[in-house]
């Protein structure tokens, strides 16, 4: 017995659509344009599900990190490191030790089992416990770039978007039931602008109940309606994904929407009924009691692994001028300009431009296909008249030459697509 599967199009249009599209997935697979553009790697002697960032891709992520960490601190945010192991204490509290089948088996040290951690909530609620909270110190939003470890089944693994070791954008809000809505409100405003920076759409969710779940109908109740109401004043669509949250609580889920129309999973807000009264999460109110503090997980970009591997396809490794490992590529037209060359680059690299030289001994064209191959998002090519008239002839990456220009005008028009985070060429 053999089995067929296949699909059929009403229409020679929408066939001609989907092989398009299929082609467009081809050319913009993160794993072959890792490897073509030098960002990252997978070294099989070292393990499967673990990225190794080479320089270019490492400033794309540093890039990313520095970008999160300024908004997150401009937010309010306190940003916080955690250990990368910790002993199996603080997973039976929080319950992962019985339920969560990701984490790896346990190492011993002094005779006690200490495990990778596979998620940074119950280190953030350990600073929290540092001191006592009373009422008027919250909200207290912790966030941190934490590399957790999960296992998964080799068939699964993927380039960067499954791995084994990961960095999450991780922040945890601790705060009273009257705040709640506005935290969650603020996260969706921080949300929306990360998104719309990245030039990336998305779809977003709410996720309700499911049918194993942990806590009573009313806390229930308060967190669904307080996500739904958060969601109608930030302006939000959403869809209804009934049955679909986490057994602890219900949450907003964001699928990012790239240039292909395909969902990518994305920015996650999610209010936690469990672990607060699994760890006696608390603060003392203006009645001198002790409450249950509200605790809200969220992660905005999701992983920085899958976000930049996202990123890669949807821009096809031609990264926008401020996301750019290289912002220009100095082309002299022959030997004759490589000290010149050389002496711009120095010049850029001084003012805070990240320029290269091509030295080689090829033609101009050849230079100017490999930088457009490079994805590098400006060439700036030197010849003799260049040169007498302090100018570089301009090359854009999609829009070809774009003439003469004097070189502190270029100096400026770049510094200004940086500094606005411009999705498109302001040359």
């Known amino acids: 017995l053999q089995r067929i599967y296949g699909t059929s199009f009403p229409q020679q249009k929408q066939l001609d659509e989907f092989l398009h599209m299929i082609e467009e997935a081809k050319r913009r697979d993160h794993r072959i344009l890792g490897s073509r553009l030098d960002l990252f790697s997978i070294q099989q002697v070292v393990g499967s599900g673990l990225i190794h960032w080479h320089p270019k891709g490492a400033i794309v992520r540093d890039l990313i990190e520095r970008f999160w960490k300024d908004e997150h601190q401009k937010h309010g945010y306190s940003l916080v490191y955690t250990p990368h192991i910790a002993s199996d204490n603080l997973f039976r509290i ?81 705060c009273r039931p009257d705040q709640l809505e506005d935290e969650v409100l603020s996260t969706l405003e921080l949300m929306k602008y990360l998104m719309q920076t990245f030039g990336l759409g998305y779809d977003v969710f709410l996720s ?86 509200i605790m809200v997980h969220r992660a905005l970009l999701g992983s920085l692994e899958r976000f930049i591997g996202c990123l890669i396809e949807h821009y096809a490794g031609a990264f926008p001028l401020w996301l750019a490992p290289v912002h220009a590529m100095v082309l002299p037209l022959t030997d004759d300009q490589s000290d010149a060359a ?86």
């Open 342 to 427: 050389t002496a711009l680059v120095k010049r850029m690299r001084e003012q805070g431009f990240r320029a290269d030289v091509d030295l080689s001994s090829e033609k101009i064209g050849a230079k100017i296909r490999d930088a457009e191959l490079q994805r590098i998002p400006y060439m700036l090519v030197l010849g003799k008249r260049e040169i007498e008239n302090g100018t570089v002839s301009v090359r854009a990456r999609d829009r070809g030459d774009l003439g003469a220009k004097a070189i502190d005008d270029v100096f400026a028009v770049l510094a200004d697509e940086i500094k606005t985070k411009s999705l498109e060429s302001m040359m």
């Open 208 to 293: 309700t109940r499911p049918e194993q779940s942990f806590g009573t109908d009313d806390e229930w109740e308060f967190a669904t309606k307080a996500l739904a109401n958060t969601l109608e004043r930030a302006g939000v669509p959403y869809t209804v994904d009934a049955g679909e949250g986490v057994f602890y609580g219900p949450k907003i889920d964001v699928k990012l929407v790239d240039v292909l129309g395909r969902p990518w999973q994305g920015p996650t807000i999610q209010v936690d009924l469990q672990l607060p009264q699994r760890f006696g999460v608390e603060y003392v109110g203006s009645d001198n009691q002790t409450h249950n503090a």
């Open 94 to 174: 929080s319950g992962h030790l019985e339920k969560y089948d990701a984490m790896y088996s346990p190492m011993e040290i002094d005779g006690e089992n200490y495990r990778l951690k596979p998620m940074n909530c119950p280190f953030h609620i350990q600073i929290y416990q540092s001191h006592t909270r009373s009422y008027r110190d919250l909200p207290i939003r912790y966030a941190e770039l934490g590399t957790v470890y999960r296992y998964e089944r080799s068939g699964v693994l993927h380039g960067m978007l499954r791995v084994r070791g990961f960095t999450q954008d991780d922040a945890h809000i601790f």
